[in-house]
């Protein structure tokens, strides 16, 4: 059964950084292309990157409100994906899932974590 | 904001019909397959329909999605209580190198 479950979320001021987790079971998790996603209160999803699996390669793909703050890598020996958050702003404030991609889709979402950026 | 629009609710009694729109445009809807997500309150996304009118297993055939140039529509039949929900669309985007989804829809069970 696949398996992602969210894990890292906090209170956190802004201006500082916070690292998500999402530990993945189930599946070739190595071959896997992953992305995160985010759901502010109340609000819509918004896709905050991907990345690839090491085989295919390419570089890391961001959504220009993270570009240059957030940064997605994986550990393929221990099954987990991460979002280093940097320079957290009041709008980053969400519920952050990981999700699988398959094909032009996410077929399975993590539980959500919540991340709540204030002063 | 979204590039997708969905009108923002839906709304039909018991064991009718409902048709969601998604618009979009050439960089997107217009050249790249649709997907679409069910959101119960409180809950991660659920994987409804993919490559714009597939179903993954153990969707009922109640769902369905097709997409016609820069637009995408997900049907519900047969409309159940447990139907209330929000709809997401998504896609990639070509001209952004990125992800998109659609602005939501709630289906309301009158």
């Known amino acids: 059964e696949v398996q992602l479950v969210d894990s890292g979320g906090d209170l956190v001021q802004p201006g500082g950084s916070l690292r998500l987790s999402c530990t993945a079971a189930?599946?070739?998790?190595?071959?896997?292309?992953m992305s995160w996603v985010r759901q502010a209160p109340g609000k819509g999803l918004e896709w905050v990157g991907r990345?690839?699996?090491?085989?295919?390669?390419?570089?890391?793909e961001y959504a220009a409100p993270v570009k240059g703050r957030f940064s997605i890598s994986r550990d393929d020996s221990k099954n987990i994906l991460f979002l280093q958050m940097n320079s957290l702003k009041i709008e980053d404030a969400a519920v952050y899932y990981c999700?699988?991609?398959?094909?032009?889709?996410?077929?399975?979402w993590g539980q959500g974590t919540l991340v709540s950026v204030s002063s | 904001q979204s590039v997708l629009t969905q009108p923002p609710s839906v709304s039909a009694a018991p064991g009718q019909k409902v048709i969601i729109s998604c618009s979009g445009s050439?960089?997107?809807?217009?050249?790249?397959?649709v997907s679409w997500y069910q959101q119960l309150p409180g809950t991660a996304p659920k994987f409804l329909i993919y490559?714009?009118?597939k179903r993954p297993s153990g969707i009922p055939d109640r769902f369905s999605g097709s997409k016609s140039g820069t637009s995408a529509t997900l049907g519900i039949t047969g409309l159940q209580t447990g139907d209330e929900a929000d709809y997401y669309c998504?896609?990639?985007?070509?001209?952004?190198?990125?992800?998109?989804f659609g602005t939501g829809t709630r289906v309301t069970v009158l």
């Open positions: 999700a699988r991609q398959l094909f032009s889709g996410h077929d399975y």
């Open positions: 050439s960089s997107n809807i217009g050249n790249n397959f």
């Open positions: 189930g599946f070739d998790f190595s071959n896997a292309f």
């Open positions: 490559e714009s009118n």
């Open positions: 998504e896609t990639w985007d070509s001209s952004l190198s990125a992800f998109v």
């Open positions: 990345i690839k699996s090491k085989t295919d390669g390419g570089p890391t």
